[in-house]
């Protein structure tokens, strides 16, 4: 992704943004990706002191959020290894950008 600083989102992808990244346990992967660069879903879980299953759950949010990429690679011998890195992103949130944001939502309210 490339970085957002300066044009406008859309109202879904703002709340997909948001929603990714109110989670504790997401955070700290946006940290640890952006602290220790490019890692594979097995040592990221040690790192972050949970379990492979959950970690792959918070990862597709961030995923599917935009924030984070992944790539499958073959080591040398012969596991498939998912490399997660995160990607370079600015989000200015102003009234201004919400009011924006909020002109194209397809999101439908909850009742």
Not at 63 to 78: F, H, I, K, R, Y
Request: charged share 20%; aromatic share 6%; net charge neutral.
């Amino acid at each position: 992704m490339t970085e957002k600083s300066h044009f406008a989102i859309t109202g879904d992808q703002l709340l997909a943004i948001l929603a990714a990244l109110s989670n504790p346990h997401r955070l700290r992967v946006i940290a640890a990706l952006q602290s220790g660069g490019r890692n594979y879903i097995s040592q990221l879980a040690r790192e972050i002191g949970i379990s492979r299953p959950l970690l792959h759950l918070h990862l597709q949010k961030l995923e599917d959020a935009g924030l984070v990429t992944s790539q499958l690679e073959l080591s040398q011998d012969g596991k498939a290894l998912n490399y997660f890195e995160v990607n370079s992103f600015v989000f200015e949130l102003t009234p201004a950008a919400i009011a924006e944001a909020a002109k194209s939502l397809k999101t439908n309210p909850e009742p």
